[in-house]
Protein backbone atom coordinates (compact mmCIF):
# COMPACT_ATOMS: atom_id res chain seq x y z
CA UNK A 1 0.00 0.00 0.00
CA UNK A 2 1.19 3.61 -1.05
CA UNK A 3 1.22 5.27 2.60
CA UNK A 4 0.72 8.78 2.79
CA UNK A 5 2.39 11.23 5.57
CA UNK A 6 1.21 14.57 6.10
CA UNK A 7 3.03 17.42 8.02
CA UNK A 8 2.31 19.22 10.11
CA UNK A 9 -0.24 17.12 12.42
CA UNK A 10 -1.84 20.44 13.38
CA UNK A 11 -0.62 24.09 12.88
CA UNK A 12 -1.91 27.55 14.30
CA UNK A 13 -2.23 30.67 11.91
CA UNK A 14 -4.07 33.76 11.63
CA UNK A 15 -6.27 35.38 9.36
CA UNK A 16 -4.26 37.10 6.33
CA UNK A 17 -1.60 34.58 6.42
CA UNK A 18 -0.14 31.88 4.01
CA UNK A 19 0.40 28.50 5.07
CA UNK A 20 1.39 25.56 3.35
CA UNK A 21 0.51 21.81 4.11
CA UNK A 22 3.11 19.37 3.02
CA UNK A 23 2.04 15.58 1.76
CA UNK A 24 5.07 12.66 1.16
CA UNK A 25 3.98 9.74 -0.28
CA UNK A 26 6.16 6.70 0.05
CA UNK A 27 6.56 5.83 -3.16
CA UNK A 28 6.47 7.59 -6.34
CA UNK A 29 2.75 8.74 -7.53
CA UNK A 30 3.13 11.44 -10.48
CA UNK A 31 0.65 13.54 -9.84
CA UNK A 32 -2.39 11.50 -8.56
CA UNK A 33 -2.81 13.43 -5.50
CA UNK A 34 -5.61 15.10 -4.22
CA UNK A 35 -6.34 17.96 -1.40
CA UNK A 36 -9.54 17.63 0.94
CA UNK A 37 -11.13 20.11 3.51
CA UNK A 38 -12.98 18.71 6.11
CA UNK A 39 -14.66 21.16 8.88
CA UNK A 40 -16.31 20.02 12.02
CA UNK A 41 -19.78 18.19 11.14
CA UNK A 42 -19.13 18.20 7.47
CA UNK A 43 -17.87 15.63 4.65
CA UNK A 44 -14.82 16.50 2.92
CA UNK A 45 -14.64 18.55 0.10
CA UNK A 46 -12.19 18.30 -2.81
CA UNK A 47 -10.43 21.73 -3.49
CA UNK A 48 -7.54 20.61 -5.50
CA UNK A 49 -7.22 17.37 -7.93
CA UNK A 50 -4.26 16.16 -10.19
CA UNK A 51 -1.89 18.02 -7.80
CA UNK A 52 -2.60 21.50 -9.16
CA UNK A 53 -5.80 21.55 -10.57
CA UNK A 54 -8.22 23.48 -8.80
CA UNK A 55 -11.66 22.17 -8.68
CA UNK A 56 -14.56 24.17 -9.93
CA UNK A 57 -15.85 26.74 -7.11
CA UNK A 58 -12.66 26.84 -4.69
CA UNK A 59 -11.08 30.13 -3.95
CA UNK A 60 -7.92 30.64 -6.02
CA UNK A 61 -6.54 31.11 -2.80
CA UNK A 62 -5.92 27.63 -2.67
CA UNK A 63 -3.01 25.82 -4.71
CA UNK A 64 -1.46 22.93 -4.86
CA UNK A 65 2.12 21.94 -6.36
CA UNK A 66 4.55 18.85 -6.42
CA UNK A 67 4.93 15.42 -7.92
CA UNK A 68 6.41 12.29 -7.73
CA UNK A 69 6.78 11.76 -3.71
CA UNK A 70 6.47 14.90 -2.43
CA UNK A 71 3.50 17.74 -2.55
CA UNK A 72 2.22 21.42 -1.12
CA UNK A 73 -1.22 22.71 -0.58
CA UNK A 74 -0.93 26.75 -0.17
CA UNK A 75 -3.23 28.87 1.24
CA UNK A 76 -2.88 32.32 0.45
CA UNK A 77 -4.34 34.86 2.55
CA UNK A 78 -6.19 32.84 5.04
CA UNK A 79 -10.15 34.20 5.85
CA UNK A 80 -12.01 32.61 8.50
CA UNK A 81 -14.16 30.38 6.74
CA UNK A 82 -10.01 28.55 6.11
CA UNK A 83 -9.69 26.94 9.72
CA UNK A 84 -10.60 22.99 8.84
CA UNK A 85 -8.68 19.65 8.73
CA UNK A 86 -7.37 19.28 5.46
CA UNK A 87 -6.42 15.52 3.75
CA UNK A 88 -4.14 14.69 0.95
CA UNK A 89 -4.99 11.09 -1.06
CA UNK A 90 -3.14 9.63 -3.40
CA UNK A 91 -4.70 8.11 -6.72
CA UNK A 92 -2.24 6.00 -8.09
CA UNK A 93 -2.95 2.66 -6.83
CA UNK A 94 -6.89 2.36 -6.52
CA UNK A 95 -7.15 -0.32 -4.25
CA UNK A 96 -6.37 0.88 -1.95
CA UNK A 97 -7.06 4.57 -2.33
CA UNK A 98 -5.14 5.93 0.96
CA UNK A 99 -5.62 9.39 2.81
CA UNK A 100 -2.92 11.41 4.80
CA UNK A 101 -3.73 11.38 8.58
CA UNK A 102 -4.86 15.13 8.48
CA UNK A 103 -3.55 18.52 9.07
CA UNK A 104 -5.78 20.79 11.71
CA UNK A 105 -5.33 24.37 11.02
CA UNK A 106 -6.47 26.35 13.58
CA UNK A 107 -7.03 30.21 14.37
CA UNK A 108 -3.98 31.51 16.03
CA UNK B 1 -26.30 19.10 -8.98
CA UNK B 2 -25.31 15.77 -7.97
CA UNK B 3 -26.80 15.00 -4.58
CA UNK B 4 -25.95 11.39 -2.36
CA UNK B 5 -27.98 10.28 0.53
CA UNK B 6 -26.55 7.50 2.99
CA UNK B 7 -29.35 5.75 4.60
CA UNK B 8 -29.12 3.07 7.59
CA UNK B 9 -29.82 2.05 11.11
CA UNK B 10 -27.24 4.23 13.68
CA UNK B 11 -27.02 1.28 16.14
CA UNK B 12 -25.92 -2.30 15.49
CA UNK B 13 -24.97 -5.24 17.69
CA UNK B 14 -22.13 -6.72 18.05
CA UNK B 15 -20.98 -9.82 15.93
CA UNK B 16 -24.31 -8.29 13.64
CA UNK B 17 -24.10 -7.18 10.31
CA UNK B 18 -23.97 -3.06 9.49
CA UNK B 19 -25.82 -2.46 6.31
CA UNK B 20 -26.19 1.11 4.65
CA UNK B 21 -27.36 2.26 1.07
CA UNK B 22 -26.49 5.26 -0.66
CA UNK B 23 -28.74 7.24 -3.08
CA UNK B 24 -27.77 9.36 -5.43
CA UNK B 25 -30.09 11.84 -7.22
CA UNK B 26 -29.50 14.14 -10.13
CA UNK B 27 -26.94 12.59 -12.10
CA UNK B 28 -26.73 8.84 -13.72
CA UNK B 29 -25.34 5.98 -11.46
CA UNK B 30 -24.54 4.26 -14.75
CA UNK B 31 -22.17 6.57 -16.36
CA UNK B 32 -18.97 5.14 -16.70
CA UNK B 33 -16.94 7.82 -15.58
CA UNK B 34 -17.50 6.99 -11.89
CA UNK B 35 -17.07 4.34 -9.10
CA UNK B 36 -19.38 5.06 -6.18
CA UNK B 37 -17.91 4.61 -3.24
CA UNK B 38 -18.08 4.10 0.55
CA UNK B 39 -15.38 5.47 3.08
CA UNK B 40 -15.65 5.45 7.03
CA UNK B 41 -14.37 8.03 9.31
CA UNK B 42 -14.05 6.73 13.00
CA UNK B 43 -14.63 9.34 16.25
CA UNK B 44 -11.93 12.23 15.93
CA UNK B 45 -9.36 10.19 13.12
CA UNK B 46 -8.86 10.46 9.67
CA UNK B 47 -10.32 8.64 6.65
CA UNK B 48 -10.65 5.40 5.59
CA UNK B 49 -11.40 4.29 2.16
CA UNK B 50 -13.61 0.79 2.23
CA UNK B 51 -14.42 0.29 -1.55
CA UNK B 52 -16.19 1.03 -4.63
CA UNK B 53 -18.08 -0.52 -7.17
CA UNK B 54 -18.84 0.16 -10.83
CA UNK B 55 -22.55 0.51 -12.39
CA UNK B 56 -21.49 -3.02 -13.93
CA UNK B 57 -21.41 -4.13 -10.43
CA UNK B 58 -17.52 -4.62 -10.47
CA UNK B 59 -15.89 -4.08 -7.00
CA UNK B 60 -12.38 -3.33 -5.48
CA UNK B 61 -12.32 -3.36 -1.26
CA UNK B 62 -9.56 -2.49 1.40
CA UNK B 63 -7.39 -5.58 2.25
CA UNK B 64 -8.13 -4.71 5.82
CA UNK B 65 -11.78 -5.03 5.29
CA UNK B 66 -12.27 -7.43 2.42
CA UNK B 67 -13.22 -10.60 4.27
CA UNK B 68 -16.27 -8.91 5.98
CA UNK B 69 -17.78 -6.30 3.39
CA UNK B 70 -19.90 -6.59 0.64
CA UNK B 71 -20.96 -3.66 -2.19
CA UNK B 72 -23.56 -4.00 -4.45
CA UNK B 73 -25.39 -1.78 -6.96
CA UNK B 74 -28.81 -1.20 -7.84
CA UNK B 75 -28.86 1.17 -11.12
CA UNK B 76 -32.68 1.10 -11.49
CA UNK B 77 -33.20 2.71 -8.21
CA UNK B 78 -30.12 4.54 -8.12
CA UNK B 79 -28.49 2.95 -5.01
CA UNK B 80 -25.44 1.17 -3.68
CA UNK B 81 -25.07 -0.32 -0.74
CA UNK B 82 -22.70 -1.39 1.99
CA UNK B 83 -22.73 -4.57 4.31
CA UNK B 84 -20.20 -4.94 6.99
CA UNK B 85 -20.45 -8.15 8.54
CA UNK B 86 -19.56 -9.18 12.24
CA UNK B 87 -18.45 -5.82 13.58
CA UNK B 88 -17.08 -5.09 16.76
CA UNK B 89 -17.12 -1.45 18.54
CA UNK B 90 -14.14 -0.86 16.38
CA UNK B 91 -16.34 -0.55 13.29
CA UNK B 92 -18.09 2.58 14.89
CA UNK B 93 -17.59 5.39 12.72
CA UNK B 94 -19.05 7.91 10.07
CA UNK B 95 -19.64 6.32 7.43
CA UNK B 96 -19.60 8.39 4.04
CA UNK B 97 -20.27 7.74 0.16
CA UNK B 98 -19.09 9.15 -2.24
CA UNK B 99 -18.43 9.87 -6.13
CA UNK B 100 -14.87 8.48 -7.35
CA UNK B 101 -14.67 10.55 -10.83
CA UNK B 102 -12.25 8.94 -12.90
CA UNK B 103 -11.87 11.37 -15.48
CA UNK B 104 -8.86 11.43 -16.92
CA UNK B 105 -7.40 8.36 -14.86
CA UNK B 106 -7.05 10.80 -11.85
CA UNK B 107 -9.58 9.15 -9.46
CA UNK B 108 -10.53 12.24 -7.35
CA UNK B 109 -13.98 12.26 -4.74
CA UNK B 110 -16.04 14.90 -6.19
CA UNK B 111 -19.53 14.36 -4.52
CA UNK B 112 -19.57 13.14 -0.77
CA UNK B 113 -23.10 12.32 1.37
CA UNK B 114 -23.59 14.17 4.47
CA UNK B 115 -22.34 11.03 5.98
CA UNK B 116 -23.95 8.73 9.10
CA UNK B 117 -22.90 7.51 12.27
CA UNK B 118 -23.44 3.93 13.23
CA UNK B 119 -22.55 2.91 16.54
CA UNK B 120 -21.41 -0.51 17.74
CA UNK B 121 -23.34 -1.09 21.09
CA UNK B 122 -25.31 -3.72 22.93
Known amino acids: DIQMTQSPSSLSASVGDRVTITCRAS??????LNWYQQKPGKAPKLLIY???SLQSGVPSRFSGSGSGTDFTLTISNLQPEDFATYYC??????????FGQGTRLEIK | QVQLQESGPGLVKPSQTLSLTCTVS??????????WSWIRQPPGKGLEWIGY???????HYSMSLKSRVTISVDTSKKQFSLNVSSVTAADTALYYC??????????????WGQGTLVTVSS
Open chain 2, 98 to 111: ARLNRAMVRYYFDY
Open chain 2, 26 to 35: GGSISSGDYY
Open chain 2, 53 to 59: IYYSGST
Open chain 1, 27 to 32: QSISTY
Open chain 1, 50 to 52: AAS
Open chain 1, 89 to 98: QQSYSTSPIT
